[in-house]
């Protein structure tokens, strides 16, 4: 697979991992409820490209790690979501797998599941999925969770069903 191609899948895991990461929930209890919430506020900010609103979710010294083992800040991530086209066929979930909480900490894995369709060249439909599965650190800081951590640790690509990328975190 083609560099470009291989950033872009990157960049959309990064995106959908934080699409689906907010931090606006307080209190001392945690539930899976709460981070439900969380990753649905997260994805309306980043599907609106709201870069005030994406900021003020993320912790201070964010990063986002890949599949690959690349590591994105917060305003480098800003600056690729900003290149991305929209797309309007995008339909996208996240599941939350599990959470660990301690204190002021949290550790959630979760599920990032996508699809669209797109005109290949020569004007034929291709149906693309993207799965991802990933390791988000959350922390409270005052009342608010925010993501500091995203880290990729699976991601499937398929067209037309045929799986065309599979890559695990080493």
Not at 21 to 46: C, N
Not at 64 to 85: C, F, N, R, T, Y
Not at 133 to 143: F, L
Request: with cysteine.
């Amino acid at each position: 697979m083609n560099t470009k191609l291989n950033g872009r899948l990157a960049l959309a895991v990064f995106v959908m991992a934080v699409v689906c990461s907010a931090a606006q929930a307080g209190g001392a209890h945690v539930s899976m409820r709460t981070f439900e919430k969380l990753y649905a506020d997260m994805k309306i900010a980043m599907e609106s490209k709201d870069e005030r609103a994406i900021s003020a979710l993320l912790a201070p010294g964010f990063a986002s790690e890949d599949v690959s083992g690349k590591v994105e800040s917060k305003d480098q991530m800003l600056a690729e979501l900003d290149e991305l086209p929209g797309d309007p066929n995008r339909k996208a979930s996240t599941t939350v797998l599990a959470v660990d909480a301690a204190g002021a900490s949290a550790i959630v894995t979760q599920r990032y599941h996508m699809t669209s369709k797109k005109m290949m060249r020569g004007g034929s439909p291709a149906s693309n999925e993207l799965t991802t599965v990933s390791t988000d650190t959350w922390k409270r800081i005052g009342n608010a969770w925010r993501m500091s951590r995203t880290v990729t640790e699976k991601m499937d690509y398929a067209v037309n069903g045929q799986n065309v990328v599979h890559k695990s975190h080493d």
